[in-house]
């Protein structure tokens, strides 16, 4: 199982990611969760650059205090990016307002392009914030973070068993493709390929769907009823006040400067 949340993205190809401890990770993981999402909150619905530029440069600051891994992060944005710039591009010429240029006849407007613009900082921030504050939680850890902040059980659950048997289920899929590998097998561009990448991923829901079963009939012989009983106690330390005293002065500034 990964370690962190961060490494479900990358254990499909078999990459070991490695996180060194941080001043985050000492923080409670419910109140990590809280600040991220008031945070996320602020700047979503945020219509001023200024508090926008700051959200970014914030969470570029929890990025450095969490110590991501800089290529990975770069990376992971930069992903976030490419689809991104399609709503750069199409915005402009799809919102009414005064002309900024004009590409073929069609007229960009100078809305359409800070609108744009606004969005792109936005994503930025809460991403940069989620990756620094959640994405270093084991998914374990962020589950009952979840359930003691009294989340639904079934998501609660969802998530944990996602998280989980995502790994599983891409051991599955690299075995398999070993196996047509050894048979000389080649993705080409005709009928044959299409075929075989067709029951690839049919016998790829077959076998999740068996192992789901003897999982969870596992399970009922251990004594599930529905609901994992959560044996941790989490509580809030000097660490956990200190960041609140910044943090929550720092959102209330922001959510003031949207009102100036």
Same mark, same amino acid.
């Not at 992971?76 to 006849?105: K, Q, S, W, Y």
């Not at 690299?174 to 990448?197: E, N």
């Not at 251990?222 to 956990?240: E, I, P, V």
């Given at each position: 199982?990964?370690?962190?949340? /961060? ?18 990770d000492k923080l409670d993981p419910r109140l990590r969760v ?18 926008? @530029?700051?959200?970014? #440069?914030? %969470? ?5 205090? !969490? ?12 992903? &976030?990016? &490419? ?8 915005? =402009?010429?799809?919102? =009414? %307002? /005064? ?8 007229? !960009?407007?100078?809305?359409g392009l800070l609108h744009a613009l606004m969005i792109l ?5 809460? $991403?940069l914030s989620l990756l620094a504050l959640v994405g270093t ?8 973070? #979840?359930?003691?902040?009294?989340? =639904? ?14 790994? $599983?289920?891409?051991? /599955?899929?690299?075995? &398999? ?10 993705? *080409? ?5 299409? *075929? ?14 068996? *192992?789901? /079963? ?15 009983? #959560? ?17 929550? =002065? ?5 959510? @003031?400067?949207?009102? #100036?």
């Amino acid at each position: 199982m990964p370690q962190f949340l /961060e490494h479900s993205g990358t254990s499909w190809k078999g990459q070991k990611v490695k996180h060194d401890l941080s001043v985050i990770d000492k923080l409670d993981p419910r109140l990590r969760v809280i600040m991220v999402t008031l945070f996320a909150f602020v700047t979503v619905l945020s219509e001023n650059f200024f508090v926008l @530029g700051v959200g970014v #440069l914030v %969470g570029l600051l929890l990025a450095l205090l !969490a110590q991501l891994n800089l290529k990975r992060t770069l990376r992971r944005v930069i992903a &976030m990016d &490419m689809f991104m710039i399609f709503l750069v591009i199409l915005l =402009p010429f799809t919102t =009414p %307002g /005064e002309a900024l240029f004009t590409v073929a006849g069609v007229s !960009a407007s100078k809305a359409g392009l800070l609108h744009a613009l606004m969005i792109l900082l936005k994503a930025h921030a809460v $991403v940069l914030s989620l990756l620094a504050l959640v994405g270093t939680l084991s998914a374990t850890t962020l589950g009952h973070a #979840l359930a003691h902040l009294r989340v =639904p059980d079934k998501l609660v659950h969802l998530l944990l068993f996602t998280v989980r048997y995502l790994d $599983v289920i891409g051991q /599955e899929y690299k075995r &398999m493709r070993r196996a047509m590998q050894a048979r000389a097998f080649v993705l *080409r561009t005709d009928m044959h390929t299409w *075929r075989s990448i067709g029951y690839l991923i049919g016998m790829l829901l077959v076998h999740s769907v068996e *192992r789901s /079963e003897r999982i969870m009939d596992a399970m009922k012989c251990r004594g599930y009823k529905g609901r994992f009983y #959560l044996f941790d106690d989490m509580a809030l330390g000097a660490d956990d006040y200190r960041f609140m005293a910044l943090f929550i =002065p720092l959102l209330c500034i922001l959510v @003031g400067l949207n009102f #100036l």
